[in-house]
């Protein structure tokens, strides 16, 4: 679980945390100095020594290993300062060393004069140990009682999500996912594109528990939260397709295109198939078309309609639309391997040859075109969520420039 996502996530919260202790140890020091008869023992002592500082500069720096050692030292000369122990303790988990966490935050819990706030947060710790170490439950109940501690916490709320998620408990994800939604009241436009993708979860569950009825329902909620969840149009005029009734499938690809043009590709060799089920092939030229007029840099329409071509023995237009393509993705060896079919079937023309070599000579090639923008993850397929930081539908396209002296890769 040491990966940049988690570790984003931890450092924003221990930057919260920190915020909010700082805030809290000045709030308290008047009332700490009334309540132990002048006795500034623990924060006085603590900006007497320069550890705690440093400490937190280290920690700001994500030098975890130091902070660790200064923030130690300056727990040792106050060792009932809890957010150094709060901290320490996260430290030990982002190091991997979640038993020590677990004890950390655990001896904190026992203390009789935590506030409300206090408790809630060092359960929050807790729960993030527990999910760390794999305990799934009592990470579950830590989370829990955060939430009865302090309904509206953000950060509860979002691993009680991701925990539902990791288990497939799509529903419960969803739930937990509308308070959030709730909370943030509209703030982020995140949410719908999640409530979206969970109702999409809990379509193909029920699909493939036989219930046609309840997974469109559920497919077409998803796309009624975000209209760009683009696997509920796809599984929707899947279901359709299935019941025999065409004409509305090819509504729900149709729909998803329009909503989400650079996704068009996904409902290729539906679309081509449901047109010519309709006895209308020629719906799908007209499709591509459309879309190559609208975006000339597209090389999948190009692709898609040159192997229509193909097929109906038009090779020579075909091979016009693959060169067409080829400058835009000349690292897609589908490309390559289509033109090759097309110039086998117009005998090899020298002519036709020299064109292709002209047009390949700065090509790159690479095999994993796709590209996590959150965590970096790499995959050759498209997925809906990342394997690797677990977010929502954040997989680009990588495209590379032709050939320079240096090859950088340019997000699109
Ligand atoms: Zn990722």
């Given at each position: ?18 915020a ?28 007497d020594?320069?550890?705690?500082m ?17 923030l ?19 430290l ?5 060393q ?6 950390v ?8 004069d ?35 501690l302090d309904?509206r ?22 739930e937990?996912r509308?308070?959030?939604a ?31 009825a ?56 539906r ?8 006895g ?6 007209e499709l591509?078309?459309?879309l190559?007029?609208r ?29 067409d ?12 391997q ?14 036709l040859?020299?064109r ?38 954040t ?18």
């Open positions: 679980m040491a990966d940049g996502d988690v570790l984003t996530t931890e450092l924003s919260l221990l930057a919260v945390l920190v909010l202790l700082i805030g809290l140890a000045v709030g308290k020091a008047w009332e700490r100095y009334k309540l132990r008869d002048g006795r500034w023992i623990d924060r006085r002592r603590l900006r020594t320069p550890h705690y440093l400490g937190l500069n280290f920690l700001v720096d994500n030098q975890v290993d130091q902070a660790i050692d200064e130690t030292h300056a727990a040792s000369s106050a060792t009932d300062a809890l957010e150094i122990q709060m901290i320490l303790g996260n030990y988990r982002q190091k991997g979640v038993g020590r966490a677990i004890n935050h655990q001896a904190l819990l026992q203390r009789p935590l506030t409300t706030l206090e408790h809630a947060y060092v359960l929050l710790c807790l729960g993030l140990d527990f999910r760390n170490g794999g305990f799934v439950d009592r990470a579950l109940e830590a989370f829990q009682e955060v939430l009865q309904p916490n953000r950060y509860a709320m979002v691993h009680l999500e991701k925990l539902h998620e990791d288990q497939q408990q799509w529903a419960d994800a969803l937990m509308e308070q959030i709730l909370l943030d009241a509209g703030r982020r436009p995140d949410d719908q594109q999640i409530l979206g993708f969970l109702r999409n979860e809990i379509g193909n569950a029920q699909q493939r528990a036989g219930d046609s309840g997974a469109m329902r559920a497919f077409s909620e998803a796309i009624e939260a975000d209209a760009r969840t683009v696997p509920a149009y796809l599984n929707l005029g899947d279901v359709y397709e299935q019941q025999g009734n065409v004409p509305r499938a090819i509504d729900a690809w149709e729909r998803m295109i329009a909503a989400a043009p650079s996704h068009a590709h996904l409902a290729f060799d679309l081509e198939h449901a047109y010519r089920t309709l209308a092939p020629n719906r799908f030229v591509c078309e459309r190559i007029t975006e000339p840099q597209g090389w999948r329409p190009h692709l898609a309609l040159a192997r229509h071509l193909a097929a109906a023995g038009q090779h020579q237009a075909a091979l016009e639309r693959l060169l393509a080829l400058p835009h993705h000349p690292h897609s060896l589908i490309i390559h289509e033109i090759w079919e097309a110039l086998a079937s117009l005998g090899f023309d020298g002519a040859i020299r292709y070599v002209e047009l390949t000579r700065e090509a790159v090639f690479y095999l994993d075109p796709h590209i996590c923008r959150r965590c970096r993850y790499r995959t050759t397929e498209l997925l809906w969520q990342c394997p690797q930081c677990h977010e929502w539908n997989f680009v396209e990588e495209r590379l420039a032709a050939a320079k002296e240096t090859t950088i890769a340019e997000t699109v």
